[in-house]
C-alpha cells in the first residue's frame, strides 16, 4: 500500500517548463515501478514516462528529449522535468506505483492527478 500525492502543475507559455513532484507515503526503493501518466479530455490515459527498478527509464515518444523522470530515495518523491512544452501537452498528470507482490500478480497505486495547461 503506498499514497501518492501530485503537486507542481499550473499554467505554462508555450516553450516553458515545469516540475512535477510524485511524494510518496513510504519509501521508493523497492517499488518496481514508478511512473507518470497523463489524460487530456476526449483521450485514453497514457504513459509519459516510467522508472523501472530503480533506473531503467522509459518515455513516450512525442516527449523524448524534453521531459526527464527522476527520483529521490531519501525524500519518497518522484519527478517529471517537463522542458520545451508545448500546447499538446495539456492534460491531467497522474503519478503511479507498481508493486510486484509475485510471480503474475502486481499491483498498481495512483495519485489524484494535478493540471498542467500549456497555452499562449
Not at 499514497?3 to 521508493?28: D, K, N, T, W, Y
Not at 526503493?29 to 479530455?41: H, L, N, T
Request: proline residues 2%; hydrophobic residues 35%; charged residues 20%.
Amino acid at each position: 500500500q503506498v499514497q501518492l500525492v501530485e503537486s507542481g502543475g499550473g499554467l505554462v507559455h508555450p516553450g516553458g517548463s515545469l516540475r512535477l513532484s510524485c511524494a510518496a507515503s513510504r519509501s521508493i526503493f523497492s517499488i518496481y515501478a514508478m511512473g507518470w501518466y497523463r489524460q487530456a479530455p476526449g483521450k485514453e490515459r497514457e504513459l509519459v514516462a516510467a522508472m523501472i527498478s530503480g533506473s531503467r527509464t522509459n518515455y513516450t515518444d512525442s516527449v523524448k528529449g524534453r521531459f526527464t523522470i527522476s527520483r529521490d530515495n531519501a525524500k519518497n518523491t518522484v519527478y517529471l522535468q517537463m522542458n520545451s512544452l508545448k500546447p499538446e501537452d495539456t492534460a491531467v498528470y497522474y503519478c503511479n506505483a507498481k508493486i510486484i507482490r509475485g510471480a503474475g500478480d502486481s499491483l498498481s497505486f495512483w495519485g489524484q492527478g494535478t493540471q498542467v495547461t500549456v497555452s499562449s
